[in-house]
């Protein structure tokens, strides 16, 4: 079955929901679990862009997400297993979040992607996108798509 269990968290409640999902599996399925979070470092540019730090926003960008793994950590170790916990930065223009998952899940390798999803439809969905879905259809990897409330 699944000995290698990949997931992707961002802090917001759907994810959540996914790493209490996979803490499950893995603590079940005695399977290693690895959390991972995808920041994007910013390109700031054009109008208002000599009023930024852009050092200030990349360096608030990349605790955000250590904090979020540190936190994600944690509520695996309170479930009783232990995880491994990487940041994956996005610092190419046109890398999307999508693909930084899929390839994280063929690199380590995983078995199976657990991914929260926040159900968005219609306008909210075409104009936001989702990450779970474009992991479920480009991902080599099986995906559980996990609804948050």
Known sequence: ????????????????LALEEAAKLAKELKAQLRIITVVEELILSGAGADYVDVNEVRKAVVHYGEDALKKAKDAAHELGVEAEAKLVQIKRFGDRVTDAIAHEADA????????????RRGFNHLLMGSVAEGVARIAAKPVLLIRGK
């Open 1 to 16: 079955m699944y000995k290698h269990i990949l997931v992707a968290v961002d802090g917001s409640n759907a994810s959540n």
């Open 108 to 119: 380590w390798p995983a078995d199976l992607i657990v991914i929260g999803t926040h159900g």
